[in-house]
């Protein structure tokens, strides 16, 4: 779709309460936990982390991370140890019961400092990657589009994903039009099938940022956007997982995205032209969504591909993008 129109009024404005907001993320704790069922978690925030050269599941508390996967060698609650094992088999209650224990006897090596852990996409093997295109209406309208009548749906693979604080090596990309795209990103919990609204967002687990990052030339080369959005790398989310019983409305989320340092886009998704529901139900009614897959529910306005072509100045190598959203927290890449 051509992009033509840009409008003076998006802006980036910092909201006053999105960056404290944002970093106010939930820290699970044992009796907060302890009533977790043996499905999925509950009130736990999660996270991916590399350690020894394997990935695993961490827990974020006010200690720092647990490392779950020290944490059941030494306490032996039948717990799953990566995110995918919870995908598929649940254990939220096995997961408080190791929490429960670690804060009783704590030991050494179970907590890591979230400021020095290496972290991994906060989902790791998704079946699907479904991006939403086009889904607020300041975008739609920045870039001189009208309002979708149904969402437009395109495709990642999980060679894309990539993590909080990690690189896009995009000095090695047949492309020159670098762009950002700050997403809240669904993640599913529960098999779905021409679910109605009413009940999709049961079948959620939870939330995380995201950035739909996109090579713009690419993504004009033809008439279907994915190229310009599946080069490796190019899906970073995380670094947390916020189970979806701490987000009471999605819908409802400050999200902001900076460029070293600069706010490029700053909004709500109460601008989702499609709801989160409406998302769920949507894609369920053409395909089945499994746990741990993922949707990119689109982004705000203040893309680079919608100024005026004399103010279009790409991302380059050595270019550091944040990307923030309420309650879920702060991604944070670099380009190389």
């Known amino acids: 779709m051509s992009r ?31 009533a977790a069922g ?53 254990g939220g209650r096995a997961l408080a019961a190791v929490l429960a224990r670690a804060n009783d006897r704590p030991s050494a090596g179970l907590f ?15 079946e699907k990657i479904i991006c939403v295109g086009l889904n607020y209406r300041k975008h739609a309208a920045e870039t001189g589009n009208p309002v979708p009548p149904a969402p437009i749906l395109f495709n990642k693979y999980n060679t ?32 779905a099938r021409r679910v109605g609204e009413a009940d999709a967002l049961a079948h959620v687990m939870g939330y995380c940022t995201g950035n739909d990052f996109t090579a713009r030339d690419l993504q004009r080369a033809s008439s279907q956007w994915m190229l310009g959005k599946s080069l490796d790398g190019f899906a970073p989310i995380g670094p947390w997982l916020v189970t979806a019983d701490q987000v009471a409305d999605p819908n409802r989320l400050g999200i902001e995205c900076r460029v070293n340092g600069e706010v490029r886009q700053s909004s709500n998704t109460a601008d989702m032209i499609f709801d ?13 969504l499994k746990p741990g897959d993922i949707i990119f529910t689109g982004t705000p306005e203040g893309v680079i591909a919608g100024y005026p072509k004399e103010k279009q100045v790409w991302l380059k190598a050595g270019d550091q993008v944040t990307s923030t959203i309420e309650k879920l927290g702060e991604l944070s890449f670099r380009l190389t």
């Open 276 to 288: 989160c529901a409406h998302l769920v139900s949507y894609a369920s009614r053409h395909f089945t």
């Open 112 to 126: 890591i400092d979230e400021r020095e852990a290496q972290f991994g996409p906060c989902v790791t093997s998704p």
């Open 160 to 191: 894309a994903l990539n993590a909080h604080r990690g690189t896009i090596k995009v000095s090695q990309e047949p492309a020159a039009q670098f762009d950002y795209e700050v997403e809240l990103v669904i993640v599913i919990g529960r098999v």
């Open 38 to 90: 043996d499905s999925m978690p509950r009130g736990m925030t999660l996270a991916t982390i590399r350690r020894g050269g394997e990935l695993g599941l961490a827990i974020r508390t006010p200690r720092g991370l647990l490392d779950v996967r020290q944490a059941e060698s030494v306490f032996k609650q039948g717990a799953p140890t990566t995110i995918d094992e919870v995908f598929r088999s649940g």
């Open 4 to 34: 033509r129109r840009f409008l003076t009024g998006a802006g980036a404005v910092v909201s006053g309460g999105l960056l404290a907001s944002a970093t106010e993320l939930p820290a699970a704790d044992s009796k907060s936990t302890a």
